[in-house]
């Protein structure tokens, strides 16, 4: 990207390993609101898979960054979690799998460069499962359409209203 151009202000990034059943429930949440909705100009959907400082540029100087992704909170699974502004580097700071860390890294990059999103949100469900499986558990499979809810609300809030095509 030259300096000139600006990224989309809103950026929404589904992460997860669609191999390890419920870690791949950022990925999923993001084919569905792909699926069923259509954005206005300014948002922009991203398969981040477990991609870590790949995503630098895709991230870099946004308005906003939403990611989509499972959440080990510690509270009972299917929890829907929302964490925003000093909550998220918590989250990214006990986090084991390799894409939050390299994500962890790409925030920490950016606000030393100072091209850091100007708010993060992470919104997610707590697993049930992270076995092999091309599959979401029955219990995150049953709540993955209260966390695309969840996201249409938040970006609706942002000022980027998806329309249903339902």
Avoid: W
């Amino acid at each position: 990207m030259k300096d000139s151009e600006s990224p989309c202000p809103v950026l929404v990034l589904g992460m997860g390993n669609i191999l390890l059943e419920d870690e791949g429930l950022g990925i999923r949440a993001l084919a569905v609101l792909q699926r069923d909705y259509e954005f206005p100009p300014g948002v922009e959907l991203l398969d981040g898979g477990t991609t870590g400082m790949g995503l630098l540029d895709d991230i870099s100087r946004r308005r906003h960054l939403v990611v989509l992704d499972a959440v080990q909170t510690g509270a009972p699974p299917g929890t829907l979690v929302t964490m925003r502004g000093d909550e998220v580097p918590v989250y990214f700071g006990i986090r084991v799998t390799p894409h939050q860390l390299g994500l962890s890294d790409v925030l920490a990059t950016l606000e030393l460069s100072g091209e850091q999103p100007g708010s993060v949100t992470v919104l997610g469900l707590v697993p049930a499962s992270l076995e092999m499986s091309l599959e979401l558990s029955g219990p995150i499979e049953a709540k993955l359409p209260e966390l695309v809810a969840l996201t249409v609300t938040e970006l609706t809030q942002l000022g980027y209203a998806p329309i249903s095509r339902g």
